[in-house]
T-cell receptor
Framework: GQQLNQSPQSMFIQEGEDVSMNCTSS?????WLWYKQDPGEGPVLLIA?????ELTSNGRLTAQFGITRKDSFLNISASIPSDVGIYFC???????????FGTGTRLQVFP | DAGVIQSPRHEVTEMGQEVTLRCKPI?????LFWYRQTMMRGLELLIY????????DSGMPEDRFSAKMPNASFSTLKIQPSEPRDSAVYFC?????????FGPGTRLTVL
């Protein structure tokens, strides 16, 4: 099925570093969501974005809804070991409840 | 508040057997989604319901898969007969608006 282009595919960083990942789509979305999945668990919603240009923070996490409505990024500042996991972007188009998921970014944080 | 509840958490069965996965959505949510996750294909939407009515089942792989939602607090995903290629983690999610909340998943292994 349709998937969003998410990059990078994986990241290996040192504790304390900042992280940035992004998603792009060929079509316009009206909602962007960012999820984190830990091993053996379901994805957990981190941030939801509803307006083009919207910038939203949740603790050390910041996400933005791109002006073109075709992209979004997620930043994590001052990474810590518990940030380890897979991060997924997801979006919905108009007039549908279906979420289209990105391919995921696997984050590894070394102490 | 209880999140999305799925059972069983793990299921190991033999090829040809019937498998039934269960989901209890978050109270008050009017949409329910069934996903399948594999390493190769990522997160795939199988089917979703709105107000207990199936809206889009285009992701259901074949006739061996069926899903029901007899009331607002319960849904099942059935595979009959199961095949080894059905082995995956199956997630249920529910939402009231565009923000979907996932259950912990059922890890299915078909031998």
């Amino acid at each position: 099925g349709q998937q969003l282009n998410q990059s990078p595919q994986s990241m290996f960083i040192q504790e304390g570093e900042d992280v940035s990942m992004n998603c792009t789509s060929s079509s316009i979305f009206n909602t962007w969501l960012w999820y984190k999945q830990d091993p053996g668990e379901g994805p957990v919603l981190l941030i939801a974005l509803y307006k083009a240009g919207e910038l939203t923070s949740n603790g050390r996490l910041t996400a933005q809804f791109g002006i073109t409505r075709k992209d979004s990024f997620l930043n994590i500042s001052a990474s810590i070991p518990s940030d380890v996991g897979i991060y997924f972007c997801a979006g919905t188009s108009y007039n549908t409840d279906k979420l289209i998921f990105g391919t995921g970014t696997r984050l590894q944080v070394f102490p | 508040d209880a999140g999305v509840i799925q059972s069983p958490r793990h299921e190991v069965t033999e090829m040809g057997q019937e498998v039934t996965l269960r989901c209890k959505p978050i109270s008050g949510h009017n949409s329910l989604f069934w996903y399948r996750q594999t390493m190769m294909r990522g997160l795939e939407l199988l089917i979703y319901f709105n107000n207990n009515v199936p809206i889009d089942d285009s992701g259901m792989p074949e006739d061996r898969f069926s899903a029901k939602m007899p009331n607002a607090s319960f849904s099942t995903l059935k595979i009959q007969p199961s095949e080894p290629r059905d082995s995956a983690v199956y997630f249920c999610a529910s939402s009231r608006d565009n923000e979907q909340f996932f259950g912990p998943g059922t890890r299915l292994t078909v031998l």
